[in-house]
């Protein structure tokens, strides 16, 4: 018997109708995903990768098809799969500390007692390095320091699924390869499965076990799956001239540029 995948996308569609008009977004997305498995998501914009995550996330229903996490339909938000989005969602009224945890107390107000939530608060905010800044405000931190508190809080909640849509999108060069030093770190230490959406082939590559590559839309698809077979812990410096790295960027680029090539809508 052939084991059941951990997170399955059973032949999702999805339209949206407004005004009388329906356009189709996703057309027959059909993908499996282990545990502990990172897969990133990539395509041009607007072909419905963030429509996609918030399937899954719970917070978009499906046309058609289902969401199945450990063989379970899931079609409501939940603690199980927690999402960072691209504009951290942080609330401007709370201290960093207090942003997680408000999620803490959430997902584990019953479960953990009170000085057991405020260490698992301090032992998210450490996984990221904010400790340091827990009495801040979001208004007195950068735009990476948020982005932080924001993948400490989705750790926080100990999700099965932790959903990243293009995390690191907002921020600066350098800023961002902390960042995706610090995801591969927690991703290795903690294995959690990931489903992150970007943009940038280089991020992708690095990060992924798996690359889902989506066609354009309207009726956008997976177009190609590209596993990337290179050994972890992965270093940026050392992976820049591995063979295999070359490879997987080469395919992902000849896909986005060559194959399905961005179109501006008429
Ligand atoms: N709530 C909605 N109602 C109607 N149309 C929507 C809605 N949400 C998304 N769409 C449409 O679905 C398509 C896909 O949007 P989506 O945001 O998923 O794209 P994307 O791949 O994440 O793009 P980007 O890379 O720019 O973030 C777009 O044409 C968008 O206009
Ligand atoms: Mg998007």
Redesign the pocket.
Known sequence: MSQKPYLKLDQIDKS?T?AGRT?E?LKGIELAIDKGEFVSII????????????IIAGL?PVTQGAVLLEDREVNAPGPDRAVVF?NHSLLPWLTVYENVRLAVDKVFGRAKSKAERHAWTLHNLDLVQMGHARDKRPSEISGGMKQRVGIARALAMEPKVLLL??PFGALDALTRAHLQDSVMQIHAALGNTVIM?T?DVDEAVLLSDRIVM?TN??A?HIGEVLGVPMERPRKRLEVVSDPAYLRCREAVLRFLYERHRYVEAA
């Open positions: 949206f407004r356009s977004v395509g041009h914009s607007g072909c419905g990768k963030s429509t996609l995550l918030n978009t691209q849509d293009e959406i943009h989506m839309g309207p956008a």
